[in-house]
């Protein structure tokens, strides 16, 4: 059973740093998995975006909003994806989600729509105050 747990939330100021972890288990993401893991946030009243997302080759797709801003990883030792944000303004503030991808991904097919995404965490809350 997968299952993933979120952590790294906070109040921070803006123009901040926040880094995110994702912590999987049972969640195959070796190098030939082809599968997509990524990031997801949904403020009050707004619908959930996609934030950032990454297969299991290390490649990464962004949100133009965050694009130079915030770095997707992961430790596949640790099974744990990571979300770096740098320079964080007040629109970032919202509840982040971790998402495992269910069906083949890779570089091409890789998307920041949830529609592609089986597996979700509880989420974890970052409010940015400008």
């Known amino acids: 059973q997968v299952h993933l747990v979120e952590s790294g939330g906070t109040s921070v100021q803006a123009g901040g740093s926040l880094r995110l972890s994702c912590s999987a288990s049972?969640?195959?993401?070796?190098?030939?998995?082809?599968?997509?893991m990524g990031w997801f946030r949904q403020a009050p009243g707004k619908q959930r975006e996609g934030v950032a997302v990454l297969d299991s080759w290390d490649n990464t797709k962004y949100a133009d909003s965050v694009k130079g801003r915030f770095t997707i990883s992961q430790d596949n030792a640790k099974s744990t994806l990571y979300l770096q944000m740098d320079s964080l303004k007040s629109e970032d503030s919202a509840m982040y989600y971790c998402?495992?991808?269910?069906?083949?991904?890779?570089?091409?097919?890789?998307?920041?729509?949830?529609?592609?995404?089986?597996?979700w965490g509880q989420g974890t809350q970052v409010t940015v105050s400008s």
């Open positions: 049972g969640y195959n993401f070796s190098n030939r998995s082809n599968r997509c």
């Open positions: 998402a495992a991808g269910t069906s083949y991904c890779n570089r091409v097919t890789m998307s920041l729509l949830s529609d592609y995404y089986g597996y």
